[in-house]
């Protein structure tokens, strides 16, 4: 049983057309699920959340995503956060990022500093379209 941490770009990866907004935390905790992971799941979206619908915001809040507000880049953000993540939870620990660019390829001074931490491939916003419409 290992920590999960996903943080979620949802300015660039917004909830799909069509889907319920309240859905994503137990979709997203489904596909872990359906994975094969166990332990505690922390979803987080990550945004300027004045730019996203307000009825979006609420859906998802209710099903269990964090949000986390930004006025700088996700990128700047997403690092601290999971610096953050790494100091408090050691290996092994499961760590996801659902953004329209690959963090991980662009981040290779923190890469190499997650021994021990699995780093989850997601293909970004597929990845959430794919939730809404096959589980």
């Known amino acids: 049983m290992a920590v999960t941490a996903v943080y979620w770009d949802i300015k660039s990866c917004p909830v799909p057309h069509g889907c319920d907004p309240r859905q994503v935390g137990p979709w997203i905790n489904q596909f872990f699920e359906n994975e094969g992971y166990c332990g505690p799941l922390t979803i987080t979206a990550i945004g300027s959340l004045s730019d996203i619908p307000k009825h979006i915001l609420e859906g998802v809040y209710s099903g269990g995503v964090a ?8 990128s700047d953000i997403i690092y601290d956060l999971v610096c953050t993540f790494t100091d408090e939870n050691p290996p092994p620990a499961n760590i ?16 190499s500093e997650l021994s021990g931490y699995n780093l989850l491939p997601c293909d970004s916003c597929l990845f959430m379209a794919g939730l809404c419409f096959t589980l």
């Open 67 to 74: 949000l986390h507000n930004i006025y700088e880049g996700f």
């Open 96 to 111: 996801m990022v659902i953004s329209d660019s690959n963090f991980f390829a662009y981040e290779k001074d923190l890469v």
